[in-house]
């Protein structure tokens, strides 16, 4: 008996819905809105969620909640985590390679080589998990019977604009360092190219990472950033994608006295070492005097 | 005053009422929670919705400072913002009626005090009503008693209704809410039952829980104890209150609690004398979203003191 006879229907295509990645679950925007997304070239690909700033709203809720829970992990195991992450996108490989073609427009070959860098973005950051304390704190030498000594402890809910331009390794670029230290992040993934990122989350869901430590909104920048970057229970920004807005985010910002990370700054995403530099800024100091017995 | 009903016509009274479609309850208050309300509406619940709250603690660990801390709070619930209103009451275990009576006095804030052997109830009457007189002469002008629900599930409905009236009685000026604990009397239609009963017995108010049981206060049954108060004013009686406690966490279930008080009960009700939302947490997310409201920005908790 042969599998097809002739006279059978073409299989009706089985199409993915490209949805928002909120406190460990994939609803559709709050707005019930979607936006059409091409390719480099101008083919239509799919449509994403169009998220409103409701979403933005729910997301740092779901955020916050997962702070204590994954900054309290112990650093071991959160980069064991992040490995995991590297882990679920290899077995996603051909998937991101073809999103990053589409949207970059560049050869398979080239694609490959870019989602190669983005899971050893990955591994290398789960490297730096454990590392962090020894590097950014120190033992203080003061003039007294003390012990002084300085930690490295996360900012807390962290606000990431991923920067266009490259849509799969800038996104992990900048959110596998504000995650490595033990910080929650709300990411508003490209307008242009949101597809990678809706992948991306999709593999950080399987990654033994809780939900809510990233939140993945798709949409308009103008739209989504402002109230991210106005948001009184949000730590920190990063401004990487933030393009022309950056002067009116940092000015909102500031009314709640966020750490911002302006454009510009280190954002050579190529770099397979880019050491703390994306980390530190998402960092908080805290420094403890035990007295000495004798 | 208790109405005077004619011995062993209660049972008759309380099983006389209609049975409660409990489909149709929880549909209606399904479809009433989807009402949106926004801007200059919003704005007004939350304020009311403020007005409304009796700011509530009664955990084993509460300390005369939490308390004093509750009390400064009632009275000016958000410091950066003078024009946030002061809550209705506080409410507090009876112990702790002299620590925050001094606070209070004078600012017009309610104290509240659990009473009656809150939350079980299951002491004797002279102790409930000794509970009663002690919290009152330490300055409480509200009372929260609990009824003896296993009185009430076992049909034995005078003893609860002499109860409530005895502790009536105790309680002088200050208002009775009674708190049928709706989590434990299963059906909607022993919620009617006991709330009619309450009513009868000279309740002011009837208040859904203690907090201390699961499901607290829920929109369902809110609604039917909004229509027995409705009910009983429309037959002649007193125009009493009703009090959702526990459970009420976000803006979004306040504003919810207001749309049925309006549509069930009536716009005279959407007062803080005939409605109060028990609640702890659900403040500062009343104050948070009157800041956004009013900065156009999302406010973080970290913003608002913890207790």
């Given amino acids: ?37 091409t390719s480099s070239r101008g083919v239509h690909l799919a449509n994403a969620a169009l998220a409103s700033r409701k979403d933005v709203r729910d997301a740092v809720v779901a955020a916050r909640k997962a702070f204590p ?11 064991q985590i992040l490995y995991r992450i590297a882990e679920m996108m290899e077995g996603r490989r051909a998937q991101f390679a073809g999103e990053v073609a589409a949207a970059q427009g560049m050869s398979e ?62 996104l992990v670029a900048v959110l596998a360092p504000v995650i490595t230290a033990g910080n929650t992040a709300v990411l508003v993934a490209g307008e242009r190219a949101p597809l990678p990122a809706v992948t991306l989350a999709e593999a950080l869901a399987t990654s033994d990472l809780p939900g809510g430590v990233v939140n993945v909104l798709t949409g308009r920048l103008s739209e989504l950033a402002p109230p991210l970057a106005g948001h009184a229970d949000v730590n920190a920004l990063d401004l990487a994608g933030a393009g022309e807005l950056a002067g009116e985010l940092e000015e909102l910002a500031a009314g ?39 | 005053m208790p109405d005077t009903l004619p011995s062993g016509s209660l049972r008759a009274c309380l099983h006389g009422l209609p049975g409660v479609d409990e489909v149709g309850v929880r549909r209606r208050a399904a479809d009433l929670a989807t009402r949106s309300i926004k801007t200059t509406a919003k704005r007004q619940a939350i304020d009311l919705a403020i007005r409304m709250v009796d700011l509530t603690t009664l955990e084993g660990a509460d300390t005369p400072g939490k308390v004093r ?36 006095a004078g600012s017009g804030v309610g104290l509240a005090s659990v009473a009656t052997g809150f939350p079980a109830g299951r002491t004797s009457l002279e102790v409930k009503l000794a509970d009663t007189r002690t919290a009152v002469a330490a300055g409480a002008t509200e009372i929260d008693m609990v009824i003896d629900r296993g009185a009430f599930l076992a049909g034995d409905y005078r003893k609860v209704f002499d109860e409530i009236a005895a502790v009536k009685e105790c309680c002088g000026p200050a208002h009775l809410k009674v708190i049928l604990e709706t ?68 803006t979004k279930d306040a504003i919810r609690y207001l749309v049925l008080v309006k549509e069930v009960a009536g716009e005279s009700w959407l007062d803080p004398a005939r409605f109060r939302l028990g609640a702890s947490t659900l403040l500062n997310d009343l104050l948070m979203q009157r800041t956004k409201l009013g900065t156009g920005h999302y406010a973080g908790p970290d913003y608002y003191t913890l207790d």
């Fill in chain 1, 109 to 170: 070959a080239r694609a490959q080589g870019v989602v190669s860098a983005a899971i050893d973005r990955w591994v290398y950051y789960a490297g730096w998990a454990d590392k962090l304390g020894q590097v950014l704190g120190a033992a203080n030498p003061v003039s007294g019977p003390y012990f002084n000594h300085s930690q490295p402890e996360p900012t807390g809910v962290a606000g990431i604009l991923a920067p266009a331009g490259s849509p799969l390794l800038g």
């Fill in chain 2, 69 to 104: 801390a509750l009390a400064a709070k009632a009275m000016r619930p958000d410091p950066a913002d003078p024009t946030a209103p002061a809550v209705a009451a506080i409410c507090v275990y009876p112990d702790m009626i002299p620590v925050a009576a001094p606070v209070l």
């Fill in chain 2, 183 to 250: 989590g434990e009397l299963v059906t909607y239609d022993n919620v009617r039952r006991a709330s009619w009963l309450a009513l009868h017995a000279g309740a002011d108010f009837i208040k859904t829980s203690t907090g201390k049981v699961a499901p607290a206060a829920t929109l369902p049954v809110t609604l039917v104890m909004l229509e027995a108060v409705r009910d009983y004013h429309a037959a002649g009686g007193r125009q009493a209150g009703v009090k959702p406690a526990g459970g009420i966490r976000t």
């Fill in chain 1, 69 to 79: 829970g994954w900054s309290g992990r112990t650093a071991c195991n959160r980069g």
């Fill in chain 1, 1 to 37: 008996m042969a599998d097809r006879t002739p006279s059978a229907p073409a299989r009706v295509a089985v199409r993915r819905t490209y949805k928002l990645y909120l406190g460990g679950a994939f609803p559709r925007s709050e707005s019930g809105r979607s936006y059409p997304v």
């Fill in chain 1, 256 to 294: 709640t006295l966020k750490r911002v990370v302006r454009p510009g700054l280190h954002d050579d995403w190529s770099a397979a070492d880019p050491g703390v530099a994306r980390i530190r800024p998402f960092v908080e100091t805290k420094t403890v005097w035990h007295p000495m017995g004798v």
